[in-house]
């Protein structure tokens, strides 16, 4: 599986594996990382007619259906199939049709439509007890979380409609799925096995012939609506090897204000990218899509699930040694994944993109946004090889704390130094840092402004550094011309 590195900047879009990061900015300095300003997706408005989604399908075309009302406007029973057309029924009294409007790839909305043909009461007897029950049959395990029933009339939503009607609850004026009023969430859910659903769900209105406090009789509807919200069963995630970010060593340890990937199975419901409306001010989403990950049981910042990765920053609390990590989805959480975190766990980055010939070239980014790599190196890239005296840009994870202070979890608004001693150095000769610290406008990015020292010159001239007297562990390399 190629990785999603969704925790690295924009400036780095020309690697087909990077994944940009969706979230607000702030700060500004000199040659620091492009910015993004991309607002959220805007909330979108389900509608029966959207066809922009591919569901689940729970209840395949031509699966059998059983729906038998009570006075409605007759006692009777109809064996069909499910059809997005109207069925006639009842001696040709009434019609019925379903339709599915997916929500997403994995849930739906499921709606049984009954309208008579004359155009009068759907209830025949208003003053009798009024009841249906629906036989349907799934193709797959699911979790029904939701339910919405209204009364129409040639089409158009009854109401206002009033709670506490014997055992329909919940009257509301709008719904995610329905224009106008209905009764809305009322109180049905569980989970379902795949396979016919036998005498399920009855829905009574005793007596039928209430008015509402908006003068509007129900009992004239002609027209009803019942609909279910299927999400597919999760299994509970797996976890199965978990290493710091891999375009920055892949290291099996990591350090507080580490990103780190999580790999298994089950680890989210869908796909999801962080957005800046999952931001609370310049504080990141401890939970996304449902996902949510603890290691020591202190929260982490998540940045993008999937069914089998999920990138997460490590909170800045976590001791260092042996610890747990557990990832928890509505379907239940992980077993306890053994880690070990260290004080640091330093890496530039250097992505498998990056590897030309055997030679793992550190990103290094000219003033122009050219990457400093032996011209043509990589496809689509543009590269070139750097001078004595240029200013070249790196980044990194896990160098440590910072000077002032700015915690784990929030991008970053002020110019910072990381605390601990650093030194870059260019084919053995120490380089002058003009600027070592997290990169503004990010979350647990480090930057690092590097000045070019007078070097031979060569196509794989080394790049090493060392935080507090330790050597970084990556063979790294870049371009020097003359």
């Given at each position: ?15 087909a594996t990077v ?7 702030a ?42 009302p ?14 997005s ?6 001696n ?13 790839s994995t ?5 049984f ?7 009068g ?37 009854v109401?206002?409609?009033t709670?506490g ?14 224009p106008g ?31 509402t ?21 999760q ?34 419901a869908?796909?999801?990218t ?25 929260p ?56 030309v ?9 000219e ?12 496809a ?34 002020e ?10 150095s ?25 000045q ?16 507090n ?14």
């Open positions: 599986m190629t990785p999603r590195l969704s925790y690295i900047p924009t400036v780095l879009l020309a690697l994944r940009p990061i969706l979230a607000q900015t700060g500004s300095q000199p040659q620091q990382p492009v910015k993004l300003n991309q607002a959220p997706h805007p909330a979108k408005q389900i509608s029966p007619s959207d066809t922009t989604i591919t569901g689940p399908g729970f209840i395949p075309i031509g699966s059998p259906l059983v729906w038998s009570t006075n409605g406007p007759d006692t009777f029973t109809a064996n069909t199939t499910f059809s057309t109207p069925v006639l029924v009842d040709g009294a009434v019609k019925i049709w379903q339709q599915q409007v997916p929500t997403s849930s739906e909305w499921d709606l439509y009954m309208q008579t043909t004359n155009g009461p759907i209830a025949g007897d208003i003053n009798a007890d009024w009841q249906i029950v629906i036989n349907y049959t799934l193709s797959a395990a699911v979790d029904f979380d939701q339910v919405v029933q209204q009364w129409t009339l040639n089409g158009t939503a109401g206002p409609l709670n009607i014997g055992t329909i609850c919940c009257a509301a004026a709008t719904n995610p799925i329905l009023w209905s009764y809305y969430n009322s109180g049905f859910e569980g989970p379902l096995p795949a396979g016919v659903q036998t005498n399920w769900r009855q829905i009574y209105v005793d007596p039928y012939n209430y008015v406090s908006g003068g509007i009789d129900p009992s004239t509807a002609n027209g009803f609506i019942f609909g279910l919200h299927f999400s597919l069963q299994p509970a995630p797996v976890v199965t090897g978990v290493i710091s970010a891999s375009a920055f060593g892949a290291f099996p340890d990591f350090a507080p204000g580490s990103w780190i990937e999580i790999y298994g199975s089950n680890l989210a869908a796909t999801q962080w957005g800046s409306s999952d931001f609370s001010g310049v504080i990141g989403p401890t939970t996304l899509g449902g996902t949510n990950v603890t290691i020591a049981g202190l982490t910042y998540v940045d993008y699930v999937s069914s089998g990765q999920v990138n997460v920053q490590v909170a800045g609390g976590v001791p260092a040694g042996p610890q747990s990590l557990v990832l928890t989805t509505a379907a239940g959480s992980s077993a306890p994944f053994g880690v070990t975190v260290n004080a640091t766990e330093p890496g530039l980055l250097a992505p498998s993109d990056f590897d010939n055997g030679t793992q070239y550190v990103v290094a980014i003033p122009d946004g050219s990457y400093v790599m032996p011209p043509g190196a990589v689509g890239v543009t590269s070139v090889r750097a001078k004595a005296g240029d200013t070249l840009t790196m980044y990194g994870v896990g160098f440590g704390s910072v000077t002032p202070d700015i915690p784990p979890g929030q991008l970053v608004e110019l910072n130094s990381i605390a601990l001693p650093l030194t870059v260019i084919g053995g000769v120490e380089a002058t840092l003009p600027y070592y610290g997290l990169a503004p406008s990010f979350m647990g990015l480090y930057q690092f402004d590097v070019v020292p007078n070097v031979p010159a060569g196509d794989t001239v080394p790049v090493t550094f060392t935080l007297g330790v050597s970084g562990t990556q063979t790294l390399a870049i371009s020097i011309g003359n």
